[in-house]
């Protein structure tokens, strides 16, 4: 059974910084595609920036040059350095992953991934 479990949860102000981890376990091929998801209150979520087997990056307009995601080399933990915070960042944050198969490249910025962590909470202040 695959489990993802986020850390990092954080409160910050404007213009600052944040990391946020992801351990998975439970997979049965090498290098799934991962992401990460924020939904914010009263707001659909959506995907923020993904990294595919081959380690190709996909990330939303918004948050490009600001966030960076990145994986270990076992591909089993999942990384989102957030920087340049700003409170519309604000949300629960997700990370998701899915069978190497399922999705590459900028794609998977709207693939419907099968597995997802519990999500994390980022507050940025004004």
């Known amino acids: ?21 992801c351990a998975a376990s439970g997979f049965t091929h090498s290098g799934y595609s991962l992401a990460w998801f924020r939904q914010a209150p009263g707001q659909e979520g959506e995907a923020v920036a993904t990294i595919d087997s081959d380690g190709r990056l996909g990330y939303i307009d918004d948050v490009k040059g600001r966030f960076t995601i990145s994986k270990d080399n076992a591909g089993r933990t999942l990384y989102l350095q957030m920087d340049s915070l700003k409170p519309e960042d604000t949300a629960t944050y997700y990370c998701a992953a899915d069978r190497p198969w399922m999705c590459n490249g900028v794609y998977c910025l709207r693939h419907d991934f099968a597995y997802w962590g519990q999500g994390t909470q980022v507050t940025v202040s004004s």
């Open 1 to 21: 059974e695959v489990q993802l479990e986020e850390s990092g949860v954080g409160s910050v102000q404007a213009g600052g910084s944040l990391r946020l981890s």
